[in-house]
């Protein structure tokens, strides 16, 4: 019975976290906009903590878990005794091409693939076959041409990333993976047609990363391979949130 009881509790805190980081999301993506609109302009005070509970019907300890992502995406700071501030406006074209409420989820998205993404490079340096690095030199030309066309090869993107879960001859990670793949491409989505809005050096910047994880790879340097791998994920992470 005790025993019963101890699962209770811990589902029903369970819930409640989920519940707190659903509301924390949801004032996360409406305090966004209201930077994303000009509402609170670059330099600009956002409304006291006090003021945002009352507007979004939620207590501090969850308001302040949307303004610490937000701190992390680096798009606001804040300063001791002062409050917190705009640094920087991402570009309303993010709206574009996000569904409405999943930037918090993307988000998310990118911090597992840093992880899950980032261990497996580091195996696929020291267990990848010849053919492993033919595929990935395969997908990393694809992605040349789709460059060269003005295209946006997030098929030839999500086939690299496949290929070195691949080549880390370990299931798990490429399942891990296959289960957040339609979040996933989400995020690939938004990112490579983000960079297809500015000019060609971006995604050229992003084809660089990948040969980054690849030489890496090749050369079995497990260490330069995560590194890559999570510099380029996080790198990702970040343009999406570039003013």
Avoid: W
Wanted: hydrophobic share 40%.
């Amino acid at each position: 019975m005790a025993a019963g009881k101890r699962q209770i509790v811990r589902a029903a805190a369970s819930d409640g976290h989920l519940r707190d980081r659903s509301l924390s999301d949801r004032a996360y993506e409406n305090i966004l906009a209201k930077i994303m609109d000009g509402d609170i302009p670059v330099g600009g005070k956002l409304p006291t903590e006090q003021n945002l509970c009352n507007e979004f019907g939620m207590s501090r300890p969850v308001l302040r878990q949307a303004l610490k992502q937000l701190r992390e995406d680096d798009v606001i700071v804040s300063r001791q005794g002062s409050g917190s501030f705009v640094k920087r406006r991402p570009e309303g074209a993010v709206r574009d091409f996000a569904p409405v409420g999943s930037i918090a989820d993307i988000q998310r998205t990118f911090e597992f693939r840093a992880a899950i993404e980032g261990e497996a490079a580091f195996f696929a340096a020291q267990r990848r076959t010849d053919a492993d690095l033919a595929e990935m030199r395969n997908t990393l030309e694809e992605l040349d041409r789709c460059i060269r066309d003005g295209e946006l090869g997030v098929a030839a993107d999500e086939a690299f990333h496949v290929a070195v879960c691949n080549a880390a001859d370990n299931k798990y990670f490429a399942a891990a993976r296959s289960s957040m793949q339609s979040n996933i491409l989400t995020g690939m989505n938004l990112t490579r047609n983000l960079s297809l809005t500015k000019p060609q050096t971006r995604m050229k910047l992003v084809q660089s990363e990948h040969y980054d994880i690849f030489d890496a790879i090749e050369a079995a340097d497990q260490e330069a391979a995560r590194q890559a791998m999570r510099n380029h994920v996080e790198s990702a992470r970040k343009r999406i949130f570039e003013g």
